[in-house]
């Protein structure tokens, strides 16, 4: 990814469509194997920046959640 973020800047692209597009693809995939699940969309940076500290908190304290694919 570092790869890649280094050859969008080379190309005076916007470094940000990296976390745009892993924050849409995300979206994708929970609506793909969500099961009734309902999901609150926030798409300040704010709120993409607090709801990605509480996935990371969530997978170190319960990895049983997570499953591995």
Do not use: C, Y
């Not at 194997?33 to 997978?59: A, E, R, W, Y």
């Amino acid at each position: 990814m570092s790869a890649a973020a280094k050859e969008m800047e080379q190309a005076n692209l916007d470094t940000t469509m990296i976390m745009f597009s892993m924050w849409t693809e995300s979206i994708k995939q929970f609506g793909e194997t969500s099961k009734g699940n309902v999901i609150f969309l926030d798409g300040s940076p704010d709120g993409m920046q607090h709801t990605m500290k509480q996935m990371m908190g969530m997978m170190q304290t319960r990895p049983d959640v997570i499953k591995q694919t």
